[in-house]
């Protein structure tokens, strides 16, 4: 057999090897995250920590990045609750085939509708304390009556949360959601639940 017969089979050979190769080698390990559960770790421990620009990273499709400013002591301290009140725990295995994995993430978070009656109740109970009061810096003088301004309601608000959120257990659910992940661009990326989205956000909006 000549030189040149000789190295068209040894070139067709590793081919062949290759070929064979490459089916058998598991086409996760590609890139810094080899594992669809380290993926689903560091989404949610970025969730975890407030980190959604980081969070992002990991998802496909889709933004949690809220806005950089939380505006007025009401709201900055409910964005602060939620971020506090985060927990999650991966349930089972992350299974994966090829380019696509699952698994079972059990998520805790403050849900708004247990929160809401309660919020009311104890913002109405501040409000009126404070109206009979008429306690400076919430209230306001109009045609001969005390009520409530708007930067004094927002204070109130603000309290009646501090005072029920000593409670914080009440008000916080925890869902077990079903995640998807597919592997693109080097990475493995999750398409994140509707239901998931919103008990993150919270009712924040969020950034473009």
């Not at 869902?175 to 994140?192: E, F, P, Q, V």
Request: aromatic share 10%; proline share 2%; hydrophobic share 35%.
């Amino acid at each position: 057999m000549s030189l040149t017969k000789k190295m068209i089979c040894l070139i067709a050979f590793f081919a062949v090897l290759m070929s064979m190769t490459a089916c058998d080698m598991p086409m996760k390990i590609v890139g810094n995250i080899s594992d669809p559960k380290d993926t689903v770790t560091a989404f949610f421990d970025s969730v975890c920590d407030g980190n959604f620009a980081e969070s992002d990273r990991y998802l496909s499709g889709v933004s949690l990045s809220m806005k950089k400013q939380v505006e007025g002591v009401f709201a900055g301290k409910l964005y602060d609750y939620l971020i506090k009140s985060y927990r999650y725990q991966i349930n089972g295995d992350v299974t994966s085939e090829s380019l696509d994995a699952n698994c079972k993430v059990d998520f805790t978070f403050l849900n708004p509708n247990l929160l809401s009656g309660d919020l009311k109740a104890e913002s109405t109970k501040l409000g009126k304390k404070y109206v009979k009061e008429i306690k400076e810096g919430y209230v306001q003088e109009k045609n001969g009556t005390w009520s409530l301004s708007d930067e004094g309601a927002e204070k109130v608000a603000a309290e009646a949360l501090d005072s029920i959120m000593s409670n914080s257990g009440k008000y916080c659910s925890t869902k077990t959601y079903d995640l998807s992940l597919k592997y693109s661009g080097g990475k493995w990326l999750i398409d994140l639940p509707d239901e998931l989205f919103s008990a993150i956000c919270g009712g924040f909006e969020q950034g473009n």
